[in-house]
């Protein structure tokens, strides 16, 4: 390569050899997009004829998966390849390709979920998330093994998991002069604040605005068996309701209550029987 200090090999690009591929040689990607503007992505050949040619694997170069649905419908997914061999070959992650974690239970059977790679050699080699695979925490004092969170912000700990420190913590300074460092959550439906904790206005926020246009703002609650509202808190509808009808067909739709206990009845609330359950005999 023929920029200043680059030691790369060179790749051929429409009969020149000045440049690697970091730096824009050989082929490129072809794809326009609705403003003129040229992808100039790296092309990727597709050895299995099955992608698109001069295309880079966003737009459908490379090898794709081959998995075909019950209506006839393709993936067309991007391919990964297994390096151990432990994968299915033309297939993406979702349909078995790459790299599938070696783990075997007591029973004989494997796990196969997609193994992860540990860049920091701190995981298991060739297991997934579940079984130690991917990088882990490097807290000592309790030699915890928890899966380590990467920064995206660069406000957390390189190589811890969220309990000491890793991954993106809350940005909320107090007047004096405290920073939070809580974990911060990410808002899926872009209603909270960015780089923020719940307790300080990060990820999902209720949507309910009231008669004089004021906004809740309280944390969103997800409702797990879908008997709530979406993008609402326990007070306006969100989470999981209790699915107690009375006599006269009237649905009760309070805030369910779960039973860690597993004392109580599953999706209702605690005049319904839910939550955890006095366990005297006879109470």
């Known amino acids: 390569c023929e920029v200043n200090g680059c030691t790369k090999q060179a790749v051929r690009r429409s009969g020149s050899t000045e440049f690697c591929v970091m730096h ?14 040229s992808c100039n992505a790296c092309a990727k050949i597709s050895n299995s004829g099955n992608g698109v040619v001069h295309m880079c694997i966003k737009h459908g170069g490379g090898n794709r998966c081959q998995h075909v649905d019950e209506e006839g419908n393709s993936c067309r997914a991007s391919a990964l390849t297994s390096r151990t061999g432990s994968g299915a070959v033309g297939m993406c992650i979702k349909h078995g390709g790459g790299d599938r974690c070696q783990h075997v239970d007591e029973g004989g059977n494997s796990c196969r979920a997609s193994a992860v790679t540990s860049k920091s050699e701190s995981g298991a080699v060739g297991m997934c998330f579940k079984h130690g695979g991917g990088d882990r925490c490097q807290h000592t004092l309790t030699m915890d ?5 990467h920064p995206k912000s660069g406000s957390g700990t390189a190589g811890m998991c969220i309990k000491h420190g890793g991954g993106d913590r809350c940005h909320h300074t107090d007047e004096g002069g ?8 990410a808002s899926k439906m872009g209603s909270g604040a960015i780089g923020m904790c719940v307790k300080h206005g990060g990820g999902n926020r209720c949507q309910h605005v009231d008669e004089e246009d004021n906004s809740c703002r309280a944390s969103a609650v997800t409702s797990k068996s879908g008997s709530g509202l979406v993008g609402m808190s326990r007070k306006h509808g969100g989470g999981d309701r209790c699915q107690h ?22 999706g209702m609330c605690r005049t319904h029987g839910g939550g955890n359950r006095c366990q005297i005999h006879g109470c």
């Not at 082929?27 to 326009?32: A, E, G, K, L, P």
């Open 24 to 37: 824009e040689g050989g082929d490129r990607c072809q794809h326009v997009d609705e403003g003129g503007n």
């Open 145 to 149: 093994t928890s899966l380590a969170k």
């Open 178 to 185: 405290n920073s939070c460092r809580s974990s911060a959550v």
């Open 245 to 266: 009808v009375d006599e006269d067909g009237i649905y009760c739709g309070t805030s369910a209550e779960h039973s860690k206990t597993g004392t109580g009845v599953t």
